[in-house]
C-alpha cells in the first residue's frame, strides 16, 4: 500500500470506509455512537475542507496495483479550553483499514505518519478516543506510543 496525503477527488472513495467504520462503531456501542442515517454523507464537506487544510493530516493507503483506496486516518488540530498550559493538540478522529489491507502494517504506519505531520505543526500532544470493545486498537496505538490518559464513562437517561 502506498500512503499519501488525500485530496479532494479521494474523499468519494473514503466515504464508504466511513460508513463501514461507523457501522462497527454502533455494533460496539449504539447508546455512544448512535448516528444519524447516513453519517459518511454528513461526513463529506468536512473531510473535503480537512483535505485542503494544511493543518489537518488526512492521509489515504492507495493498492498501487488497482489504485483502489484501502484504508484512511483523519486528523485536525483542536484547541484546548483556556485553564490548561496546554493550547492546541492533534486529534486522531478517524482510522480505518480494509479487511483485506489488515495485518499488514498499514495503520502502524499510518498513525506514525500522523504523529510526524503534527510535530512537523508544533504541536505537543496527539490524543485519540478508542472504543472499550476496540483492543486491536488500543495494542495498536500503544505500540506507536501512546498510553491512557482518561476512561470516559456513559449513563443512559431515559
Known amino acids: 500500500m502506498q500512503i499519501r496525503p488525500a485530496e479532494v477527488t479521494d474523499v468519494s472513495a473514503v ?9 462497527l462503531h454502533e455494533t460496539w456501542d ?19 475542507a480537512q483535505a485542503k487544510n494544511d493543518k489537518s493530516v488526512f ?8 489504485k483502489q483506496l484501502g484504508a484512511f486516518l ?3 488540530v483542536e484547541r484546548e479550553i483556556p485553564i490548561y498550559r496546554l493550547r492546541e493538540f492533534g486529534f486522531i478522529h478517524d482510522l480505518w483499514v480494509e479487511p483485506q489491507y489488515r495485518h499488514a502494517g498499514v495503520a502502524k504506519q499510518m498513525v506514525l505518519l500522523a504523529i510526524e505531520h503534527f510535530q512537523r505543526l508544533g504541536v505537543q500532544q ?3 478516543d478508542t472504543a472499550a470493545a476496540n483492543e486491536a486498537g488500543r495494542r495498536l496505538f500503544s505500540a506507536c506510543g501512546f498510553r491512557v490518559s482518561t476512561v470516559e464513562m456513559l449513563i443512559e437517561l431515559r
Open 59 to 66: 492521509l489515504v493507503a492507495e493498492d498501487p496495483q488497482t
Open 15 to 23: 466515504l464508504p470506509m466511513v460508513a463501514s467504520i461507523c457501522a
Open 30 to 48: 449504539s447508546a455512544k455512537y448512535g448516528f444519524l442515517p447516513k453519517p459518511q454523507q454528513r461526513y463529506e464537506q468536512w473531510l473535503i
Open 126 to 128: 496527539i490524543r485519540l
Open 74 to 76: 483523519i486528523g485536525t
